[in-house]
């Protein structure tokens, strides 16, 4: 299952903006409502000022991490169509909204990647032994072990204005790229211009594993266009 994620200026957009965006981009390429909305309608806005579409449509427009880095964050869950026709989607909703950045993610890799919580690895049914713990740095009794997911190359980092995560294929601002000498050398990588944007891709479309040559590239991608 893919996982689709902009980064949106901050109070960019209207709520009612992006979801008739959503409307035309997916009327475009053949898409009807009913295929990614379970409902019609603007389902809530919750107090903390989250919007949440339909069941696979999210917006976060506020409140927490997101109002703090100053940043709007758009999801889609998944979307019945293929990969490609993703793709297509994300272009062209480039088009239509203030985006920042743009990835397209599998969905089960990237949970797990920013999972820190043992408990939903328990609940899952999945070995967390081996992994390595920290501690959440909260006083007692809070305190608890988690893991320690800093050196994932899945990670996902909140910084001001923008989320330090990387993708195959991805989209981003050229002023985020901090070497794109070093971006362009990457091996298997392709750097292409959509709109304003940088189109990234690898052969790897999208990354499903944190080893070998996966690892090695997004490691690559992340330490070129975050410098981290």
Known sequence: MYQLEFVLEYQGAEP????????K???I???EATDYSQAHEVISIEAGGN????????????????????LNVLYIKSLPIQFERLETLVISLI??????QAFIHNHEYCYWQNAEDILEYESADKDHSKLPKISNGLPFPLEQEIINISNNPGRRIFRHGFKEVVSSPMWLKPELVCNIEQ???ITGCTITKVGSLYQICSKHRPFTT????QKYIQDELRNAIYET
Do not use: H, R
Not at 54 to 64: D, K, Q, R, T
């Open 16 to 23: 009612t903006d992006i979801l008739y965006s959503l409307d």
């Open 25 to 27: 981009c997916c009327s």
């Open 29 to 31: 390429i053949g898409i």
């Open 51 to 70: 919007l949440q579409l339909s069941g696979n449509i999210f917006v976060e427009i506020g409140g927490g991490e997101i109002a703090k880095n100053k």
């Open 95 to 100: 088009q239509e909204l203030p985006v920042i």
């Open 183 to 185: 971006l362009q050398n």
């Open 210 to 213: 944190s080893t070998g040559e």
